[in-house]
C-alpha cells in the first residue's frame, strides 16, 4: 500500500542555518506530494504542495521538488528563521479521492 | 472567510461512553475528511464524504465508530462504547472538490481523553 516515510526529529537549528528534512514514499501510482505544518498551538496548515514528477513547490522561502526516479520530495530551506519552528509532515494522495496519508513528523526547533 | 470549525475543542469522557464531534467544514467544500492523530504520530484517515454519502469508510478502527453528513455540509463523528484507546486528537478537513490534487484545510482538532 501507499507509505510515507520522513526523517525522524527532533532537529534542532541556529538560526539562519540550511534545513532539510528528507520524504520519501511509496505509491502504486502517480500521487500529489505535500508538505503541512503545525505551529505550536495551531492546526495543521499547508506549506506546499506538487502534483506530477518534476514539479516544484514553494512557500515561505521553503521548497521541495517531486522527484520520482527516487520517490523523493525533501523539504528545504536555505535560512531558517526562529519562527519556522513546528512540527512538518510529508504526505501524499492518490489520483482519486483524495485520502491524505502523513508521515509522523518532523520536529524543527529554530534557537535564536 | 471562515475556516473549519471543530466543537468541542477538548472532550474529557469515561471509559464506555458515547460521544460525538462535530466538523463545520468550509461553505462551499464538498469533500470532508476525518483523520485520528495519535501523540507523536502523523495524521491517519479515518472517513471521506463526498456531499452526503460516505465515499470511503475504509478507514475506521471497528463498528464502534460512525459519521454522518446528512446535509452534505455538516459532519458528526460519533463513538460508542469508548475505550481507553481512542484517545487522541480527531481532525476534520474539507476541500473544494475530491480527488488527490485538491488543498484539505484543516479544523484545530477536538482533543478526546477517554479516562
Known amino acids: 500500500g501507499n507509505s510515507v516515510t520522513q526523517m525522524e526529529g527532533p532537529v534542532t537549528l541556529s538560526e539562519e542555518a540550511f534545513l532539510t528534512i528528507n520524504c520519501t514514499y511509496t505509491a502504486t501510482g502517480y500521487p500529489s506530494l505535500f508538505w503541512y505544518v503545525q505551529y505550536p498551538g495551531e492546526g495543521l496548515q499547508l506549506l506546499l504542495k506538487?502534483?506530477?514528477?518534476?514539479d516544484k513547490g514553494s512557500n515561505k522561502g521553503f521548497e521541495a521538488t517531486y522527484r520520482k526516479e527516487t520517490t523523493s520530495f525533501h523539504l528545504e530551506k536555505g535560512s531558517v528563521q526562529v519562527s519556522d519552528s513546528a512540527v512538518y509532515f510529508c504526505?501524499?494522495?492518490?489520483?482519486?479521492?483524495?485520502?491524505?496519508?502523513f508521515g509522523k513528523g518532523t520536529k524543527l526547533s529554530v534557537k535564536p | 472567510g471562515a475556516g473549519v470549525s471543530q466543537t468541542p475543542s477538548n472532550k474529557v469522557t469515561e471509559k464506555g461512553k458515547y460521544v460525538e464531534l462535530r466538523c463545520d467544514p468550509i461553505s462551499g467544500h464538498t469533500a470532508l475528511y476525518w483523520y485520528r492523530q495519535s501523540l507523536g504520530q502523523g495524521p491517519e484517515f479515518l472517513i471521506y464524504f463526498q456531499g452526503t454519502g460516505a465515499a470511503d469508510d475504509s478507514g475506521l478502527p471497528n463498528d464502534r465508530f460512525f459519521a454522518v453528513r446528512p446535509e452534505g455540509s455538516v459532519s458528526t463523528l460519533k463513538i460508542q462504547r469508548t475505550e481507553r484507546g481512542d484517545s487522541a486528537v480527531y481532525l476534520c478537513?474539507?476541500?473544494?472538490?475530491?480527488?488527490?490534487?485538491?488543498?484539505?484545510?484543516f479544523g484545530p482538532g477536538t482533543r478526546l481523553l477517554v479516562l
Open positions: 504526505a501524499l494522495s492518490d489520483r482519486g479521492q483524495g485520502n491524505l496519508i
Open positions: 478537513a474539507s476541500s473544494q472538490n475530491q480527488g488527490g490534487k485538491e488543498t484539505q484545510y
Open positions: 506538487a502534483t506530477k514528477a518534476d
